[in-house]
């Protein structure tokens, strides 16, 4: 089946821990982004990559790093630099400019 | 200040009852407005409007878009209760030479048997 996967799907964490969260597509899709979702608000874009080996910074990038070495991968590190980072991320695919398809999510929570 | 801003943040509504929700955006380039469900997971994919005044439909789902006084309508007709969620709204634009897509913050739609 062709679709998005995220791992895992629940992750906890101690304070000072960095924690990288996986994503995988088989979409064929040059576009990858990671979103990180709070409650009651919408979708707020932490870093996405257009092509292999080139990431942008989304508008709440700081505390975050990505790699994209691979076509079908782009893990997202958490690191101790981010100070609130309990919440819901979202890994998302697309043709460029076009619709995104989403993973199905992990909620990190930090003790 | 928000670039996505969609209306109302939360609605009820009774099964049968046709629902009207809002997204106006302000960008400079505008490329794309995308709406999702989301429900207690990842959102799902409903329309994308590029063009002005073309209505997409999807059984009890329409959207159009209006690019002059830039906002755009979600209408869901004949309303069932699997249609409560999160409805969000996204646009995509050009900007400093890179590609980029901002969310509203949704609304939220409960639908009462």
């Known amino acids: 089946d062709g679709g998005i996967t995220q791992s895992p799907k629940y992750l906890f964490r101690k304070e000072g821990q960095n924690v990288t969260l996986s994503c995988e597509q088989n979409?064929?899709?040059?576009?990858m982004y990671w979103y990180r979702q709070d409650p009651g608000q919408g979708l707020r874009l932490i870093y996405y990559s257009q092509i292999v080996n080139d990431f942008q910074k989304g508008d709440i990038a700081e505390g975050y790093s990505v790699s994209r070495e691979k076509k079908e991968s782009f893990p997202l590190t958490v690191t101790s630099a981010q100070k609130n980072p309990t919440a819901f991320y979202l890994c998302a695919s697309s043709v460029a400019f076009s619709e995104q398809f989403f993973g199905p999510g992990t909620r990190l929570t930090v003790l | 200040e928000d670039k996505v801003v969609q209306s109302p943040l939360s609605l009820v509504v009774h099964e049968g009852d046709t629902v009207t929700l809002n997204c106006s955006y302000e960008v400079t380039n505008f490329r794309s407005l995308l709406w999702y469900k989301q429900e207690k997971k990842a959102p799902t994919f409903l329309f994308m409007l590029t063009s002005s005044g073309i209505e997409k439909k999807s059984g009890r789902l329409s959207s159009i878009l209006d690019k002059k006084e830039l906002f755009s309508i979600l209408n869901i007709t004949a309303t069932q209760t699997g249609d409560s969620a999160v409805y969000l709204c996204a646009v995509t634009y050009s900007g400093a030479g890179s590609y980029q897509l901002t969310f509203g913050k949704g609304t939220k739609l409960s639908v009462i048997p």
């Open positions: 979409l064929n899709h040059d576009a």
